[in-house]
């Protein structure tokens, strides 16, 4: 099984900070990952696949980057509905796999 | 927009088999794959398996001898069963549709609300 491992594990911040999450595949993935965001007793919600590719009605402060091995999801500029747990997810072998997530924290 | 709910009993009780419904409403189960993924309580996200509308099916090896995913496309549902359920089985399950392309990134989209299945007598 390919592993993905996130960090960090947890982050604080404030509203209005710039964040990044790193995401790292334990084999060359090419660009086939997804980022999902899930808030407390919620379902995952979609943001990102193919590495970069904003899921449509996404907010465009929410960015991906990366291939192979290391990805990064960035938050351009915090607001309030965006604490909450984030994990990538990679497709390029079954299983399928995801991070063990980053619970993103209001400091 | 395409919407799914998942449906089954809340409680099952060690070496029973746990059974799930996904109802798919807004849109056609035709044409997607269709997949089952849990969460235990305070833990991480676990692919359990895919379908094809067509009855295709992929499973994860950890889970692959206990697991039987099965579609009823008269219905727009698909359905899960694990068999020989433990308490590490206790988790919630969510439904999604899975968007598979050939030589493409695939991903899932949307969520069920999930549903908390425990298993315990």
């Known amino acids: 099984d390919i592993q993905m491992t996130q960090s960090p594990s947890s982050l604080s911040a404030s509203v209005g900070d710039r964040v990044s999450i790193t995401c790292r595949a334990s084999?060359?993935?090419?660009?086939?990952l997804s980022w999902y965001q899930q808030k407390p007793g919620k379902a995952p919600k979609l943001l990102i696949y193919?590495?970069?590719t904003l899921q449509s009605g996404v907010p465009s402060r929410f960015s991906g980057s990366g291939s192979g091995t290391l990805f990064t999801l960035t938050i351009s500029s915090l607001q309030p509905e965006d604490f909450a747990t984030y994990y990538c997810?990679?497709?390029?072998?079954?299983?399928?796999?995801f991070g063990q997530g980053t619970r993103l924290e209001i400091k | 927009q395409v919407q799914l709910q998942e449906s089954g009993p809340g409680l099952v009780k060690p070496s029973e088999t746990l059974s799930l419904t996904c109802t798919v409403s807004?849109?056609?189960?035709?044409?997607?794959?269709w997949s089952w993924i849990r969460q235990p309580p305070g833990k991480g996200l676990e692919w359990i398996g895919y379908?094809?509308?067509?009855?295709?099916?992929k499973y994860n090896p950890s889970l692959e001898s206990r697991v039987t995913i099965s579609v009823d496309r008269s219905k727009n549902q698909f359905s899960l069963k694990l068999s020989s359920v433990t308490a590490a089985d206790t988790a919630v399950y969510y439904c999604?549709?899975?968007?598979?392309?050939?030589?493409?990134?695939?991903?899932?989209?949307?969520w069920g609300q999930g549903t908390l299945v425990t298993v315990s007598s």
């Open positions: 999604a549709r899975l968007i598979a392309r050939t030589g493409s990134c695939d991903w899932f989209d949307p």
């Open positions: 807004g849109g056609s189960i035709s044409g997607y794959y």
């Open positions: 379908i094809y509308y067509t009855g295709s099916t």
């Open positions: 084999q060359s993935i090419s660009s086939y």
């Open positions: 193919a590495a970069s």
């Open positions: 997810q990679q497709s390029a072998n079954t299983p399928y796999t």
